[in-house]
């Protein structure tokens, strides 16, 4: 690895692990190495820290040098509890920070946004709620405080608190708007409110178990973020899983990026009061999951995965007709959709997102590849049986909410002809293997969720239990993101940019 | 816009008639909560409390296995492990109960409140029903299924239920997601503002006693002891026809299937 062996001592090599490179990073070292990723092209993911004993907190960065080219893995013990922060150089992990700060405890020196972010101002603990000594099952004590905003003066701004309790049938969130007549002038979401403690219910777990865990993380997202999870433990394993578990597993995942889409297609048409268009994506969304409730028992493709394969075999022989089906009443529809001004009016330029600000502030998914960032988990880093058939990636100009459909539109197809390729050419056998973890092993596992890049990282502690679980999921990164495309905008424009995104709100809380 | 028009008409009716008429469900494969036969159990075998995630299988006292169906999140892990066949896949899902006790296995079912007809319900909705939906910390699976009654497969409004925005208008709070510490208080705020007679419903398992989250330091265990609850509908998430059929329970315009545990139809 040229980046961080180029003969400065930024970084100690450890044992490498599959599709991993990890690291010893000194603390005081840590802006230097991260300067130096991204001046060679690079990029961050996420960073999180772990308590390998009690009260001994460790921290992990997740980098990524370039396509096909193994994730980095640096690990860093904070001295006294205190880290230089990185966001002051990679703004994407300014979020990951605050975080830690809240649930683990740990300072970040010249963090750019020193705030709570995961847990509400008014919030008292005994402990960070991660450290291993916090008793599992006492809640936190909450009075709810006033917290800090943004300073926005001037005549005639008004401020609009939304939520978090909204109109519709949505999840839960409060959208803050500073604004005068139409004119957004500064947007603040806050979110979290949803924040069940998702990783620490993972603890203590049985990892060939926890996979129901992960399923109820983002329930639009069960089979990536089983997927991911699964993956890392295997990993962890070190074990194979035989060959046909990884073209189902692929299939699974190609038939939640299609219903997801599909759901995202009839509310795009909500927000700009498209009915006809809303009912028929929605009815394609049912049609899709109804497919998914015959071939697998569950509408959203639960109950399925588990390290080391599948629970059981799929008859995928009955599948073709109705994909074909789909395919022939999707195509009608999207066709439609490209040629209706009224709906396409209310998508160009609006909520545009650029490409350097997409890369800065580590958008993820269809987002970043409509901003024209052509990356993709499973064609970057194969995984599956996407490495056997690669799938078609899509990527747009503009940035703005057309091109955030038409890349989604683009997926749909390409999906639709991976599950009737994959499906064509099934390989035969058993869908299930052996494995067995090693005490105190760690692994990394990904997918491309329909929403972008979701990552696990897995520890395992002495007595095979799952002693820390940590989840990158991709609405995260485009939470963080969303609002820069939505300050200096207008409230007309709103409901569509925020629909364009597609984001989950349980994804990002967890 | 009139190419849409003719467009939606020349789609013709994608609506099933049920439950008003015989027809499509929209469910053909989709699993639901296991059934149990505890006289297949082998003395003293506890494989299924084992991996039972929330613990909804569990070990009583001097008994063998009990099972609480308000804690069930359909994973079909006892399904897999149970050695004899007294835990079994099945296609089962109405159900809604007034009673928590009801979603409890009992030796011998009672059969009094379910099937009591709540005329008071019928005076005051007459057949129509406004519901505000919150989401009190799902995981979104749950309004992914609700989000599906307004579709045209299911279409809702057609029997008389609408989902309304403001708590002022509704009538009934369906509450999804385990209440987790930040949700508490806005939870109760939209009940306070819902006009009087009003009603509750936890909508799926988390909701009704935390499911897989439940606990913790942050989510909650479920809507109990927060808000009284006049509805329970476990399931994770619970599919669209059940939640219609729960909706038309509490109108009195369906039974109770579930009675101690046991579905009877």
Known sequence: MALLCSGRDTARGWRALNGTERYDVDPAQLLDACRELLAAGGRMQMAYAWFPEPGVPEVRYLGESGPRRPFLMWRSRPPAGSLASLAQVSPLLGWYEREMTDLCGLQFEGHPEPLPLVLHEGVETSLPPLDPRYPAQEPVSFEPAAWQLPEVHGRDVQLLPFGPVR???????????????????????????????MERSF????????????????????????????????????????????????LLAELERLYNHLHYLGYLCHTTTLKVGEAEGKLLEERAKQINGRLTGSR?????????????????????????ALGREVARYTARLERTNSHLDRLMTTGALGRELARDQGATGPVERASGLDR????DHAYAAYDELPPGVAVGVGGDAYARMQVRIAEIEASLSWIRRAAATMPAGIVRGPWRLPPGAEGLGWSESPRGGLYYAVHLDDRGRLARVKIKSPSFSNWRVFPFTVHDTNMMDYAINEASFGLTIAGCDR | MPLWTFFGLSRGRATTPWPLRKGDQGQVGVLGMPRLDPTRCEEGCRECTLGCPTQALHTEEGAGVGLDYGRCVVCQLCTEVCPTGALRPSTDWAFGVRRREDLVWAEAASSESGRRLEAKIRRVFGRSLHVR?????????????????NNPFYNLHRLGVFFTPSPRFADLLLVTGSVTYAMRGPLREAYEAMPQPRWVMASGTCAVSGGVPGGGYAAGRGVEGVLPVDLYLPGCPPNPAAVIEALLLLLERMPQCMQGGRLGR
């Open chain 2, 133 to 149: 939906h919150l989401d009190a910390g799902s995981c979104n699976g749950c309004e992914s299924e609700l989000q599906a009654l």
């Open chain 1, 300 to 324: 959203l493709l639960r109950g399925l995965l588990v390290p080391g394969g599948l629970r059981r075999d799929l008859d995928t022989d009955t599948l073709d007709g109705p994909i074909v």
């Open chain 1, 203 to 250: 603890e203590g777990r049985a990892p060939e178990h926890a996979m129901v865990v992960a399923e109820r993380v983002s329930g639009v997202g069960s089979v990536a973020h089983a997927l991911a999870y699964c993956q890392a433990v295997e990993t962890a394993a070190g074990c194979t899983v035989p060959v046909r578990a990884r073209w189902l597993r692929a």
């Open chain 1, 167 to 197: 109109a519709d049938v949505v999840e839960s969130a409060q959208m803050l708007f500073f604004y005068i007549g139409e004119g957004i002038l500064h947007f603040h979401p806050r979110l979290f409110f949803k924040h069940r403690g």
């Open chain 1, 376 to 379: 993709d988990l499973r064609r």
